[in-house]
């Protein structure tokens, strides 16, 4: 397999963070979320950190992902749990730095109506 060179950025940010408090449809498929997608395209093992930033509090974090050289790794927000869970219905943001560049999409699922509603962006990079 030829090697694909590392892309991306080893700084990035999502400043619209928000996970809706309802959810309507089955679990765990239809609820409510947030997510990052991250793809590690290089050669070397990434170590992600990510902190979360809020409107009317003091940073929480790092939270530690871990993407394989050549993997994309799926993450819900709503899933991250150490050092404490992001609450729902509550405006956040992000900064993830990462030991390796990463290329890093946000997407939410908003599905408080039946007719769904799904989003999604590139980060922004700043490194």
């Known amino acids: 397999m030829t090697s694909t060179p590392a892309v991306g950025a080893t ?3 999502i400043a619209d963070g928000y996970i809706p408090p309802e959810s309507t449809g089955p679990a765990p498929a239809m609820t409510s979320h947030d997510s990052v997608c991250l793809l590690n395209a290089g050669a ?3 170590v992600v950190e990510v902190v979360v930033y809020f409107t009317d509090r ?3 974090g790092p939270y530690v992902l871990h993407v394989p050289r050549r993997r994309a790794h799926h993450q819900r ?3 991250l749990s150490e050092p404490s ?3 729902v219905g ?3 943001s992000l900064v ?3 030991s390796e560049p990463i290329v890093v999409q946000h997407t939410r699922l908003d599905s408080r109506q039946a007719a769904n509603a799904l989003m999604s ?3 922004y990079p700043t490194s």
């Open 11 to 13: 700084t990035w940010v």
């Open 44 to 46: 070397n093992d990434a």
């Open 58 to 60: 003091e940073p929480v």
């Open 77 to 79: 927000i709503n899933d």
């Open 85 to 87: 869970v992001i609450p």
């Open 90 to 92: 509550v405006d956040y």
């Open 96 to 98: 993830l730095t990462s």
């Open 121 to 123: 962006t590139i980060a």
